[in-house]
């Protein structure tokens, strides 16, 4: 039997994005990272999972996109099929690569504002023998999720659109608190991408 290898992040890049248009328009907006360095919503993403942990992103094609995450750092999964734009398939394709990681943290490449010291509070929960791990903030859920490797064959199993939400009822979710309004903000729309422009990352 396989050991586990380290703890990774997986980026699902490859959505549809219909409230904004083209969704890797949307990603290849410029944004400023988390460290101040300029970049796009995708790579500021990137960077803030960077500092964690090693970072796989799925991408739908090859293009100005997986290029822009490969100088970010990140390692890039390609799928063409239409199917993977349904974010389950994403996530079937980077699960696939990375089958021998200990633990995945699910994260969405349009969620630019998620702190990097929530990353690691969720890595350091699934560390310490927690199977899946959510942040949340005044008692409400956000992103990105975690998963040990005990949870694979539930998650290669999913289809459809809702990606990994369906396991989170499992009374194996342990609720991780954190003071991070970047787990619920996400760029669906212009005004969206505008007004997290507009905030001010808060790293710690």
């Not at 089958?99 to 690691?120: F, G, N």
């Not at 890595?123 to 998963?147: E, T």
């Amino acid at each position: 039997m396989t050991t586990p290898t380290a703890p990774i992040a997986l980026l699902l890049a490859a959505g549809r994005g219909s409230r904004f248009g083209d969704h890797e328009e949307k990603l290849l907006q410029p944004f400023i990272h988390h460290d101040g360095r300029p970049g796009m919503v995708a790579t500021a993403t990137a960077a803030a999972l960077l500092e964690v942990m090693p970072v796989l992103a799925v991408v739908h094609a090859e293009g100005p996109l997986a290029e822009a995450l490969r100088q970010a750092g990140c390692t890039v999964c390609l799928t063409a099929q239409e199917a993977a734009r349904e974010m389950s398939a994403s996530l079937r394709c980077a699960l696939q690569q990375s089958a021998d990681a200990s633990a995945w943290l699910v994260a969405l490449a349009d969620m630019p504002r998620v702190q990097p010291d929530t990353l690691r509070q969720l890595r350091d929960a699934l560390a310490a023998g927690a199977s899946m791990v959510v942040p949340v903030m005044q008692g409400r859920r956000g992103n990105p999720a975690g998963f040990a490797q005990v949870h694979l064959p539930a998650l290669l199993s999913l289809r459809g659109d809702r990606g990994a939400r369906a396991l989170l009822e499992s009374p194996a979710l342990v609720e991780i608190a954190v003071e991070d309004a970047g787990i619920f903000a996400d760029v669906d729309t212009p005004e969206d991408l505008h007004r997290l422009r507009g905030t001010l990352f808060r790293s710690r």
